[in-house]
């Protein structure tokens, strides 16, 4: 009996010492890369360019996936780059990051802050900003696969890597799946991808094994008026003031027609009406984002939404054939639910790379993220978003001191922990992948 149990624990010892060389050599890699990717983070944050014009930022997404021996495609469903690296029989795993940024000013005071301006389908010129720290994920993606490239006799497996396009707009998931992510590669057995979130201290991970992001759809309302001249006001109808009364009235959807236990957002985020202060104009035309996680509530939502836009052109005296045209957009972003099989496992490797003091758990958030979609395809792949805390500990401490919250994402004064945030990326997804793929 005794040399049995022997046997087992000189076994249990054997596998716990293996692994625990695997996170080790994982952890000091993750280190070395973390270098690389940070200089890759800053020249990428300094060129960010707008959802499906990542022209420049693909080709380098390209040139790094070849350096690290991947097979590699470009110009995939529009901008998106997909790598393939096979490493004999075992499961195939895809990770993804997004490469687009935002039409935002940088107000950070970084030296390697965005100057860039882009020009809009419209025709504006507008500055750009990685406000949404894809720069960093396409820089933690990269040292992740260098790693997991440098690591290749700790797992087998295929690896499937996407860069992908147009993640602020919504297209860019739904392109790459159309062109065949799925059936012209290796099939992923899982999918992962991971998002920054300055609400948790660099070094942590945030996890939610179900319902992770909200559905989003956007909705356009053109409000039309009768123009003339601003002194004559009786002389015209106003779409300046029925688009007003929208705004307003909108806000009562929320708080008075939907459940307070339903989570829902309406928000205007664009209105746009006349040129001069003398002139009352024609139309107006705003945009709306709405987020959602239950397909019944987002279709109440909508209702009242035209029903509103309707009665406030009408209590104008607009008349019925000049009602405001409410559109909604036929791009839309599905919620994002986690496998909580596949969270369980990530949270097991997870703690023993980073500690289960660093994994927090999240709840559902109402931005949205079209990585949901390549969990609702024909295939089911399980899917997993892992929040990456983004924001200095020192400074999550000095702001709860004044009751203060980091500046969120999308947010000109974005101002993540870069460095720590990489490294603790790298290390969470390379040892989540090694976890699935172990020989
Ligand atoms: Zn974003
Ligand atoms: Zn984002």
């Not at 390209?62 to 029989?89: M, P």
């Not at 949270?347 to 979609?373: L, W, Y």
Request: charged share 25%.
């Amino acid at each position: 009996m005794i040399s049995k149990y022997f046997i087992i624990l000189v076994a249990m010892t054997i596998q716990l010492s293996a692994f625990a060389q695997i996170t080790e050599k994982i952890r000091n890699e993750a280190k070395i890369q973390t270098e690389y990717s940070l200089k890759l983070c800053k020249y990428l944050h300094q060129n960010p360019e707008l959802s499906f014009h990542e022209f420049e930022t693909a080709k380098r997404m390209a040139a790094e996936l070849k350096d690290a021996g991947f097979d590699v495609t470009e110009h995939f469903g529009g901008n998106s780059v997909v790598g393939v690296l096979k490493n004999g029989d075992g499961p195939v795993i895809m990770l993804r990051t997004d490469m687009d940024a935002l039409p935002i000013q940088e107000k950070t005071g970084f030296e390697f802050a965005s100057t860039k301006i882009a020009e809009t389908k419209d025709g504006d010129e507008v500055a750009v900003m990685h406000a949404c720290g894809h720069d960093i994920h396409m820089s933690t993606w990269t040292g992740t696969v260098r790693t997991l490239a440098t690591l290749k006799d700790e797992w087998k497996g295929t690896l499937l890597v996407i860069a992908q396009q147009a993640e602020e707009f919504s297209g860019g998931a739904r392109e790459a799946i159309d062109a065949g992510l799925f059936t012209k590669f290796p099939t992923p057995d899982y999918a992962l991808a991971f998002h920054i979130n300055p609400e948790l201290e660099s070094g942590k991970i945030g996890l939610v094994g179900g319902p992770v992001f909200a559905g989003v759809k956007t909705v356009e309302i053109t409000v039309f008026g009768k123009g003339g001249h601003g002194a004559y006001p009786e002389k015209c109808i106003d779409p300046i003031v029925i688009a007003s009364r929208i705004v307003l009235d909108l806000q009562t959807i929320v708080s008075r027609e939907i459940s307070p236990l339903e989570p829902i957002v309406v928000t205007v985020g664009s209105i746009h009406g006349g040129t001069r202060p003398n002139i009352i104009p024609n139309e107006v035309k705003m945009e709306l984002t709405l987020r959602y996680y239950s397909d019944e509530a987002i279709k109440k939502v909508i209702a009242a939404i035209k029903r509103i836009s309707k009665s406030a052109a009408q209590m104008a005296g607009m008349p019925d054939d000049k009602l405001p045209d409410v559109f909604v957009l036929p791009v839309e972003t599905p919620p994002v639910l986690n496998n909580s099989e596949l969270s369980k496992k990530i949270d097991g490797f997870a703690s023993e790379i980073i500690g289960t003091e660093n994994i927090v758990e999240t709840s559902p958030a109402m931005v949205g993220e079209d990585f949901g979609k390549y969990g609702r395809t024909p295939e089911n792949i399980p899917i997993c978003l892992i929040w990456l805390g983004s924001t200095n500990p020192e400074l999550m401490k000095e702001l709860n001191a004044k009751g203060k919250k980091p500046f969120p994402l999308h947010s000109p004064n974005l101002n993540p922990d870069y460095e720590k945030t990489i490294e603790t990326g790298i290390k969470v997804m390379v040892g989540n992948v090694i976890g699935l793929m172990r020989k």
